[in-house]
């Protein structure tokens, strides 16, 4: 029979718009958080982190905010390029004991640049 | 730093072969883990070390998988015999203590 993948949302933007990708966690006792960037054929790659003391980190064209309430993370990228067109996962952790990060991913949205 | 190094980056092999993947760790972390990326399942965490000791393997699928840490500097994750729903690309990735994770660049297995 057919095999049915993970449905990945796809965001679609022009070029120079800005970019949010939106994220919804599973447990409340997270209190790491991070976003990747995972471009066709290669691993997952850092962009940016927060923890969950924190609600909003800027980093270079990228803003994270996290809303613990609705346990909702948000990636904002400004001024979007070709070269941000990628999958995009969220991931949250729980702290392990020792120190370690336990990243849980979530399924990712493809973002789309549109020239 | 080179960071994570996986081989190999392609293999094919048929059923019933043992597979071998190798991961080379980014010096200085104490933390290794296995990933793997289906379309089906996303991104699944196997197993992970800390100093080369395996915590929580909760996430192998089955005994034909086994992963072992024998030094700071490597871990292998092999599978016996392979089936061909083991088709995936397997990702290995270190960190620091509370430190972010980096990716290495994946092996993407095909078992037929």
């Known amino acids: 029979g057919e095999s049915v993948g993970l449905h990945l949302p796809t965001l679609s933007v022009q070029e120079g718009d800005n970019s949010i990708i939106n994220c919804a966690y599973s447990n409340s006792a997270s209190d790491y958080f991070i976003w990747y960037k995972q471009e066709s054929g290669k691993g997952p790659q850092f962009i940016i982190d927060?923890?969950?003391?924190?609600d909003k980190r800027q980093g270079q064209r990228v803003t994270v905010l996290l809303n613990k309430t609705v346990k909702h993370l948000s990636l904002q990228i400004a001024a979007t390029q070709p070269g941000d067109s990628a999958v995009y996962f969220c991931a949250e952790n729980i702290g392990l004991t020792g120190g370690g990060n336990k990243l849980t991913f979530g399924t990712g949205t493809q973002l789309k640049v549109e020239l | 730093d080179a960071g994570v190094i996986q081989s190999p980056r392609h293999e094919v092999t048929e059923m019933g072969q043992e597979v071998t993947l190798r991961c080379k760790p980014i010096s200085g972390h104490d933390y290794l883990f296995w990933y793997r990326q289906t379309m089906m399942r996303g991104l699944e965490l196997l197993i992970y070390f800390n100093n080369n000791v395996p915590i929580d393997d909760s996430g192998m699928p089955e005994d034909r998988f086994s992963a072992k840490m024998p030094n700071a500097s490597f871990s292998n994750l092999k599978i016996q015999p392979s089936e061909p729903r083991d088709s995936a690309v397997y990702f290995c990735?270190?960190?620091?203590?509370?430190?972010?994770?980096?990716f290495g660049q994946g092996t993407r297995l095909t078992v037929v």
């Open positions: 927060i923890r969950s003391n924190m």
């Open positions: 990735a270190s960190s620091r203590p509370a430190g972010k994770a980096f």
